[in-house]
């Protein structure tokens, strides 16, 4: 019977012998960005990769994710490993589409790569058979929060109930039969150094407001007109005063943009879109700005005597991770870079839909270097994919290995001392609670 250390060098062996492959596997996603639930091209690679490696696998769940799956030599719980296939809209980024502006300012690209890696160097035949359990290999679409209003009419087509791509995989049932799940994000953080495990994440809600006023001619009778930007102003004027109500410590987070500021400057607006998320660190904090800022939005319709109409639709749960998987973590990281190169973060006050999953089951989302530039910014690019891609590949084979070998005696630990929050039905019973529309007209 092989030891940890030995699987872990077999393991090893095979990333380092397809790296340029893996390398180049993300480099062609790089190039080819596609936000959420649009990720055709990038689910098609992943499956063909999933083919060449002769990975059973199921494709089109949550409209572009694909779960693969393998077995090890004995009985044992399922861990799932993920990757994120989508990537953002930032049209100045160096690597963006030109017609669509999607790019891969966040390092999904890379993600793939190291579940694939990841996937490659456990199946072989000298690895998967000392491990006890199943790994599922998933591919999630549409983690980033964007496109709401086309995210929307998906879901009003019946397409998908959830605009993020873990809970659709939630709601569909293909976290029924996993235990424990873990994946990786590049980072350009410097307290995170080359590789870093992280505490929380804020969660959010997401907003789309409609403002209707009335239209008359802006310059001959603007008396008889209602002018829905003013009173769109006027509620983002409310929210910031508000800010100060905040609780410093529950890293609340309010950030409204216009989508639609009316439909031409000869005429008073009378149709004006927003969006906006509402985050933080526990449910409480959320609901009670989330309360608040209903509030200053009604504030700016009444002020003018405009209609809001305010839809809030669920977004991602607060994020808690697993502290057992993160030692684990830590310790193969030490061994891979060195301790003074692993970093830890507390605290995040973006948001994740892994936040989701954790609250099912125990998560680990740790974080590897290699990117330079602000995280979703036009600069945020991979500079170092040896350690993007490869190293990050190999933490988290090394710490699959350390949870599902010896008869998967550390996942089952894991496991056993875990108490979820809620199952995954009762989540997705309380994630259709926070839905809500509704209409205040003010004369």
Same mark, same amino acid.
């Given at each position: =019977?092989?030891?940890? /250390?030995?699987?872990?060098? !077999? ?5 380092? !012998? @397809?790296?340029d492959e893996l390398v180049r596997l993300s480099q062609q996603i790089l190039a080819n960005p596609e936000p959420g ?38 009985? $044992? ?18 690597? /963006? ?33 000392? +491990?006890?359990? !199943? ?8 983690? #980033? ?10 879901? @009003? ?28 994000? *590049? ?7 080359? +590789? ?26 603007p008396h008889l007109g209602i002018n829905a930007l003013n009173a769109a102003t006027l509620a983002m004027t409310a ?5 100060? *109500? ?9 950030? %409204? ?5 009316? #439909? ?8 004006? @879109?927003?969006? *906006?998320?509402? !985050? ?14 209903? @509030?200053?939005?009604?504030?700016? /319709? ?9 839809? *809030?639709? %669920? ?34 006050? $973006? ?18 270097? $290699? /990117? ?49 929050? =809620?199952?995954?039905? #009762? ?14 007209? #003010?004369?």
């Open positions: =019977m092989p030891t940890k /250390a030995e699987l872990k060098d !077999r393991a090893f062996a095979e990333i380092d !012998r @397809r790296a639930f649009r990720e055709f091209k990038t689910a098609a690679l992943v499956g063909e990769k999933f083919g060449e490696m002769g990975v059973p696998f199921r494709s089109g769940l949550g409209m572009t994710g694909l779960r693969g799956e393998i077995i090890g030599g004995s009985d $044992g719980p399922t861990m799932a490993i993920m990757g994120e296939l989508d990537s953002l809209i930032v049209n100045q980024h160096p690597h /963006a589409n030109g017609e669509t502006g999607a790019a891969h300012a966040c390092g999904h690209h890379c993600q793939i790569a190291m579940m694939l890696g990841s996937t490659m160097a456990l199946m072989q035949e000298g690895v998967l058979p000392h +491990l006890s359990g !199943r790994i599922v290999s998933m591919a999630v679409p549409a983690e #980033e929060y964007i496109e709401i209003e086309y995210r929307d009419g998906l879901r @009003r087509d019946g397409k998908i109930e959830f605009l993020g791509g873990k809970p659709e995989f939630i709601r569909l049932g293909e976290f029924d039969d996993v235990h424990l799940a873990m994946m990786m994000h *590049t980072t350009s953080t410097p307290i995170e150094k080359q +590789l870093a495990t992280t505490g929380t994440n804020n969660g959010t809600v997401a907003k789309k407001i409609q403002f209707v006023g009335k239209g008359a001619h802006a310059g001959g009778s929210i910031h005063f508000n800010r100060e *109500t905040f609780v410093d410590t529950d890293t609340v987070r309010v950030h %409204p943009i216009i989508t639609k500021g009316g #439909e031409a400057v000869s005429a008073v607006p009378a149709d004006v @879109r927003m969006e *906006t998320f509402v !985050r933080g660190k526990t449910l409480d904090a959320i609901m009670d700005a989330n309360r608040k800022v209903d @509030r200053a939005l009604r504030a700016g /319709a009444m002020a003018v005597g405009a209609t809001v109409n305010i839809q *809030t639709i %669920p977004g991602y749960l607060p994020m808690i991770q697993n502290s057992a998987m993160q030692e684990i973590f830590r310790a193969n990281a030490g061994t891979l870079v060195g301790s003074d190169n692993v970093g830890w973060n507390p605290h995040r006050t $973006g948001s994740t839909d892994m936040g989701d999953v954790s609250a099912i089951m125990p998560v680990l989302h740790p974080y590897v270097g $290699g /990117a330079t530039g602000i995280g979703h910014g036009a600069d945020y690019v991979i500079q170092d994919y040896q350690l993007a891609v490869i190293t990050g590949a190999k933490a988290m084979t090394a710490t699959v290995i350390d949870l599902m070998a010896d008869g998967a005696e550390e996942a089952n630990r894991v496991v056993a001392n875990h108490r979820a929050d =809620m199952t995954s039905r #009762e989540y997705v019973n309380f994630m259709r609670t926070l839905a809500a529309e509704e209409s205040h007209t #003010e004369g």
